[in-house]
């Protein structure tokens, strides 16, 4: 909690990138998914389909979306076996939660969209080290351009202020 509060205030106060976090979590994340696809057991398979089911679920608000959405990343840390991943992911992916309810974008989708993270629960399901990789690297390829497009908006509104 702690650190994601810090890093929010040196995001809001212009002292930390969303391209950093995005080239951070670009190099971790794949890491991730590679070590959860091999060491997938069939409880953990269950665990990851379940939380790409419920991103298909109605949701009541945007924080509730946000939530069913990274759900498959909080799996994906718990199975790949490796505490301090899982810390640094957690804290990475709450910042990122954060920043995205304090910019408030317009259009939720341009940011992330339903489905994005089929190839990778699939991969990893199937014990697919590489191809849990590689899907997890399109994933943030493309998440991290709607993410700094936001962020680009968000900045251009806040100077005009």
């Known amino acids: 909690e702690r650190l994601s509060s810090g890093f929010l205030d040196l995001y809001l106060a212009g002292q930390l990138t969303i391209p950093e976090l995005c080239q951070v979590r ?3 994340e794949p890491e991730v998914a590679r070590l959860a696809a091999s060491r997938i057991t069939p409880e953990g398979a269950d665990r990851l389909r379940e ?15 946000m939530l069913r959405l990274t759900a498959v990343h909080h799996v994906l840390t718990e199975l790949c076996g490796n505490h301090l991943f899982e ?10 939660h954060e920043i995205v309810l304090a910019v408030e974008p317009k259009d939720h989708n341009l940011v992330h969209g339903v489905g994005e993270h089929d190839a990778i629960a699939e991969a990893v399901a199937a014990g697919d080290p590489e191809a849990a990789g590689r899907a ?15 962020d680009q908006e968000y900045r251009r509104s806040s100077r005009r202020k």
């Not at 997890?136 to 936001?150: D, V």
């Open 26 to 28: 670009l190099h971790i």
């Open 51 to 65: 939380a790409v089911a419920a991103e298909r679920q109605p949701v009541s608000g945007y924080d509730e979306r």
């Open 87 to 96: 810390a640094m992911i957690n804290s990475m992916i709450k910042l990122t």
């Open 136 to 150: 997890m690297a399109e994933h943030l390829n493309s998440f991290s351009e709607g993410l700094i497009r936001m």
